[in-house]
């Protein structure tokens, strides 16, 4: 199996900011094309077509808990020439990546986190999963875990063939 190479971007990081209704869009996006290539590198075909399912879900997400859906983005038009408009949100930024996560009392969710193929590999998930977190808390590990964290309960769903996502 040969190993594709991605362009990666020359330009400085991409900033981290929460979302706003109007990146959604271009959430579904990012989600998309995320999703395509894991597809991809799973030698599957394609098949998603319907974003609105996922835009409807982002939305709600966004109006139940806005303070842990975060957006990291570049300057559009720092990249005009390689920018897919639909990718484009809030005040002409493109959006790279996005995570939400939801809090009910003491329980935390990674509801989602997805990165755009050309910017994965550099520490952006990382970087927005710690702005969903609740301040000051860390998911704690091992044996020690009920006690380390004060209380909370952190959980995630996802599938075992994605061990760099992991």
Not at 45 to 64: K, M, Y
Not at 85 to 113: K, P
Request: charged fraction near 25%; include cysteine.
């Amino acid at each position: 199996r040969i190993a594709r190479v991605r362009p990666r971007p020359t330009a400085p990081p991409p900033a981290l900011r929460l979302a706003r209704p109007d990146d959604l869009e271009a959430c579904t996006h990012v989600w998309r094309a995320a999703l395509a290539e894991y597809l991809l590198r799973l030698n599957q075909p394609d098949v998603l077509t319907d974003l609105e399912p996922i835009r409807r879900l982002l939305a709600h997400l966004l109006s139940t808990d806005p303070e842990r859906f975060w957006v990291a983005t570049r300057p559009g038009e720092a990249e005009a020439a390689t920018v897919r408009r639909e990718t484009i949100g809030h005040d002409g930024e493109r959006v790279v990546g996005f995570a939400s996560a939801n809090v009910r009392g003491s329980a935390w969710f990674l509801a989602m986190l997805f990165v755009d193929p050309p910017d994965q590999g550099r520490g952006l998930g990382s970087a927005l999963f710690e702005r969903t977190l609740p301040p000051g808390r860390r998911p704690a590990a091992g044996p020690a875990a009920r006690t380390a964290d004060g209380g909370w309960t952190f959980g995630t769903a996802t599938d075992s063939v994605q061990p760099i996502s992991n």
